[in-house]
């Protein structure tokens, strides 16, 4: 009977083993810019390299359950894909979380910036600054910018759309832990697994993750500068000034670079995506050459080759923003000078004449080279 016991209770052992090791991954996902609005059908994969893709689809409620064999940890990924809608890629842990997914947006200079977040804190705040505006839950619609939806009890989205970004203008991108707006020694939003999802045109350009086991209220994520280049901040401070609004960006408590470098392998990626170029196979290239940008954050030419392969895509809110990040990066007025005319080609294909003249422009204040002169002439003649 005592033998009989024993393996009873080994058995018990067994079949709790094996549930802690089937974790459920309970996900929902939403829309980013309708309030509530369940996304039926989305399909929800998990991945970490070396082991097998788990995927799903989610129900009428947006909800989907995985079994997934394997931690739920900063090794593993969320992939969430659905037609009309860029898919979006982050880091786990994704057990119990939501995620909002954005409709593919149309406009050339277009931005969506998506914040979510776990169960606490309740209220995490998006706040947008640029020249005479500062969109956030009490001013939800600016110039050329509105908060699309506002989220008050945890998970998000919380979700702001700059339908048209203004050349010559700067932008701020911060979130403010509201629930916690009077406390200078929360760490709540720190443990929030707060994530920032930035989109240009069809594709995620650019993920952001709140620091861990930090004191403050206040995470001023990134600017857009004047050129349009999205460029990190990643400053994590307490703000005192509650809940009036008028938050401000400091450089204290900055963190620092926000990714890790590896330039070998940046190269190599980056080699490989160039071949598959001049196959003209353009997706795989764009693939290629973002894998070597994400071993090397700070990599200009593939920011440069990257938005030569989004403009043979068709994709040319893409193609700007790389271009942008390409001149940002620059050393050299050569590599300047090509990115903005490259620039200035994108405008003038989309009979936007204006702003290709001011990129022309651009291109000739780095090198004088007749062909700069041409282009802007022919956009004068035009307009």
């Known amino acids: 009977m005592k033998n009989k016991i024993t393996v009873f209770s080994t058995v018990l052992m067994l079949f709790a083993l094996v549930g802690n090791l089937m974790a459920q991954n309970k996900i929902q996902v939403l829309s ?7 996304i039926e059908g989305a399909q929800v994969l998990i991945q970490r390299n070396g082991e097998q893709t788990i995927s799903g689809y989610t129900d009428k409620d947006g909800m989907v359950n995985l079994n997934v064999p ?7 990924k969320v ?12 880091k786990c842990a994704c057990a119990g979380m939501t995620y909002a997914i954005s409709p593919v947006m149309k406009n050339l200079d277009g931005i969506r910036v998506v914040l979510t977040w776990g169960s606490t804190p309740a209220d995490l705040d998006s706040h947008l600054w640029f020249p005479n505006n500062h969109v956030y839950f009490s001013n939800k619609v600016g110039t050329k910018a509105n908060l699309d939806v506002d989220d008050t009890d945890g998970y998000g989205p919380e979700t702001i759309t700059i339908q048209e970004k203004k050349f010559g203008s700067e932008y701020y991108y911060a979130v403010h832990d509201f629930t916690n ?4 020694s929360s760490t709540q939003m720190s443990k929030s697994n707060a994530t920032v999802f930035v989109y240009v045109g069809q594709s995620l350009v650019r993920t952001y993750y709140v620091p861990k086991n930090k004191t403050g209220n206040l995470w001023t994520v990134f600017k857009v500068t004047k050129e349009g280049e999205i460029e990190d901040i990643n400053s994590y401070t307490t703000s005192s000034y509650g809940d009036r609004g008028d938050l401000r960006y400091t450089r204290s408590g900055e963190l620092g670079s926000l990714d890790t470098v590896n330039k070998d392998e940046a190269l190599r990626l980056n080699n490989l995506a160039t071949k598959e170029y001049d196959k003209q196979n353009y997706v795989k290239a764009i693939e290629l050459y973002t894998a070597a940008i994400s071993a090397y954050p700070n990599f200009s030419q593939a920011y440069g080759n990257l938005g030569l392969s989004y403009k043979k895509n068709g994709q040319y809110a893409e193609a700007l923003w790389a271009n942008r990040k390409a001149i940002a990066l620059s050393n050299g007025p050569t590599v300047r000078a090509g990115a903005y005319y490259n620039i200035g080609r994108i405008y003038e294909d989309q ?8 990129q022309y422009r651009m291109s000739k204040s780095n090198v004088d080279k007749p062909v700069y002169d041409e282009a802007i002439q022919r956009m004068t003649d035009k307009m």
Do not use: H, Q
Request: avoid cysteine.
């Open 70 to 76: 394997y931690a739920d940890n900063g090794d593993t």
């Open 181 to 184: 707006r009077s406390s200078t």
């Open 32 to 38: 980013a810019v309708v309030k509530d609005k369940k």
């Open 79 to 90: 992939i969430i894909k659905k037609d009309g809608y860029s898919t979006l890629v982050a």
């Open 351 to 358: 009979g936007e004449y204006e702003k290709a003249r001011e």
